[in-house]
């Protein structure tokens, strides 16, 4: 049985030049291997904690030297030595030793890290990729790969809110392969880079997630504007490219109303909206269509376009069991955006992996908008056969990490997209 011999951390900055948690753990008589987290900008409420050190003389309350203290002293002194089973006893631990609901004491951000590099020594001392590592947590088998969901244009937190809607992603429909996806995305990418440059004088400057973030007026301007860029690169809007949309709606949701772009809309009139947008543009996905407040609308909307597109719960669900037990329960979605740093440990989001799959609902495995350099979330959405990989643009160290791990998989492996997922049944 593996014996941990000594767990590491440190605080080390992501994407944003936020401080995050790097982990590494040694198994006895094995090299240590490390992993670090991510941190989410739109949070859901439901998240598990995040562990900051909130002194504001220092990166503005954002340190982490808290979360690598609680790692490096008490789960150090706790866990070393000790031997787990699986990943699940590993994770076990954890969350007794934290002993809160949501992780406060010791912050899920430690507690992820630990959890991600015991699995990475895992994996290498058993001489296996770490998406064989991830599969064998589910009693997967992959031999496909999921479609990428690719951010173009930002809106809402992880642009300046010049709209409302968060995010605008390409769906390569007509690729074959990974490779092929990221080269069709790269002639978009650029056509809309020289869209924004005609209409809007701007030169190209990125948003959190790499995605292009102009002054549109409306949210319907930035999906035409994707539309456009489709076309300019010379492919099919509905054939070579699909859209999904993360509308983030609990961002401009406040006394039940939707503030969309200077609108005051109710819950219905926000449902005919995405309607709407759904008849005119070829949106397939859609991420967090209302807010994760508002339960009560979520079936009508699922009723009004799961014949068309994925209902998917990011926000609604926090990849939390309790909170997709009741999406289920009251057909309030039919996919689960999974990400694991809202939960907090492998083994918890396995549970919610496990518990969407048996309600047949589709799973997008997501990254955050705060990433780091690490690529085990390429690893994750392979191993857990994801639907969706959302992992951002195409520009960016951080999201390329996990695009070039994707190749490189997909060099070894040679394997063909899976399906996309069959709307239409009010199953779902
Ligand atoms: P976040 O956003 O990482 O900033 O929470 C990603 C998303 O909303 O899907
Ligand atoms: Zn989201």
């Known amino acids: 049985m593996p014996v941990i011999e000594r767990l590491r951390a440190r605080e080390i ?18 090299e240590p291997c490390s992993t670090s987290v991510p941190s989410g900008a739109s949070t859901g409420r439901a998240e598990a904690h995040e562990l900051r050190d909130g002194d504001a003389r220092r990166y503005r309350g954002l340190g982490c030297r808290k979360a690598v203290a609680n790692i490096n002293d008490e789960l ?11 990943q699940s006893d590993l994770d076990h631990a954890l969350i007794d030793i934290d002993s809160t609901p949501n992780k406060s004491r010791l912050g899920a951000n430690a507690l992820l890290a630990v959890s991600l590099s015991f699995a990475r020594s895992m994996a290498a001392s058993s001489g296996i990729p770490l998406w064989k590592y991830f599969a064998g947590l589910v ?20 642009a300046g809110s010049q709209v409302a809607i968060q995010d605008v992603l390409l769906v390569p429909s007509s690729a074959q392969s990974i490779d092929e996806s990221l080269a069709m995305t790269y002639d978009v990418y650029h056509s809309a880079a020289d869209l924004v440059k005609q209409r809007y004088g701007m030169r190209l400057l990125r948003a959190d997630e790499g995605g ?6 409306t949210s319907e301007e930035m999906i035409e504007a994707a539309m456009h860029a489709i076309q300019k690169a010379g492919y099919l809007p509905g054939k070579d490219f699909r859209l999904a949309i993360d509308v983030a709606a609990s961002e401009f ?9 200077g609108e005051e809309l109710d819950p219905p009139a926000m449902i005919e909206r995405l309607v709407c947008w759904i008849d005119r543009y070829p949106i397939v ?22 014949a068309r597109s994925l209902i998917v719960g990011d926000d609604l669900l926090c990849t939390n069991v ?17 990400k694991l740093n809202q939960v907090g440990t492998l083994t918890e989001a396995a549970d919610a992996y496990r518990m969407a799959r048996s309600a047949r609902w589709a799973v997008s495995i997501s990254v955050r908008s705060g990433e780091t350099e690490d690529d085990w979330a390429a690893d994750l959405a392979v191993g857990w056969q994801g639907d969706q990989f959302k992992n951002g643009s195409i ?19 040679k394997w063909p997209f899976i399906n996309w997922p069959e709307t239409g049944s009010s199953e779902r």
């Open 395 to 413: 520009t960016q160290s951080e999201r390329l990490a996990k695009y070039n791990r994707l190749l490189a998989i997909e060099q070894e492996t």
């Open 139 to 158: 009693h997967a088998d992959p031999r496909t790969f999921p479609r990428l969901t690719i951010n173009l244009f930002s809106g809402g937190r992880h």
């Open 13 to 30: 900055l992501d994407s944003r030049g936020r401080p995050t948690v790097w982990a590494s753990c040694k198994l006895s008589g094995r």
């Open 212 to 217: 292009l973030a102009p002054p549109f007026r």
């Open 253 to 261: 949701y406040c006394s039940n109303r939707y503030n969309l772009d």
């Open 285 to 306: 996905s859609v991420e967090d269509g209302l807010s994760q407040e508002d339960w009560q609308h979520w079936p009508h909307l699922k009723r009004a376009i799961a």
């Open 322 to 338: 309790g909170r997709i037990r009741r999406a289920i329960d009251t057909g309030a979605a039919n996919a689960l955006l999974l």
């Open 76 to 86: 150090n002194g706790l866990l070393s030595r000790r031997s787990f089973e699986s």
